[in-house]
């Protein structure tokens, strides 16, 4: 049975090498994120990516996705680097 073995991720990142599939993810992190709690955690408790996904209980991998859309939206943010198979 597949639900005994496979575990259940609350979200998924799908393959970013697409244009379609990047803004997917994005939207995806923008759903299952508060955008405005991920910037109080940077700017009021100056928290690494790491300790924002600690705090949030979701993956680094999200939290760089938000952050890097974020910065394109012109709040001033280092984006980070993140993979897009770290499900698999």
Not at 5 to 19: R, W
Not at 50 to 66: F, G, P, R, Y
């Given at each position: 049975n597949m639900a005994k073995t496979t575990p259940i991720?609350?979200?998924?990142?799908?393959?970013m090498k697409s244009k379609?599939?990047?803004?997917?993810?994005?939207?995806?992190?923008?759903?299952?994120?508060d955008s405005d709690e991920v910037l109080r955690y940077i700017y009021e408790y100056?928290?690494?990516?790491?300790?924002?996904?600690?705090a949030m209980s979701t993956d680094i991998n999200l939290?760089?996705?938000?952050?890097a859309h974020l910065a394109t939206l012109g709040y001033n943010l280092h984006a980070l680097e993140h993979k897009s198979n770290f499900l698999k």
């Amino acid at each position: 049975n597949m639900a005994k073995t496979t575990p259940i991720h609350e979200f998924m990142l799908y393959d970013m090498k697409s244009k379609p599939e990047h803004e997917a993810n994005i939207v995806a992190a923008e759903i299952l994120m508060d955008s405005d709690e991920v910037l109080r955690y940077i700017y009021e408790y100056g928290y690494t990516a790491e300790q924002i996904a600690s705090a949030m209980s979701t993956d680094i991998n999200l939290v760089a996705l938000n952050v890097a859309h974020l910065a394109t939206l012109g709040y001033n943010l280092h984006a980070l680097e993140h993979k897009s198979n770290f499900l698999k």
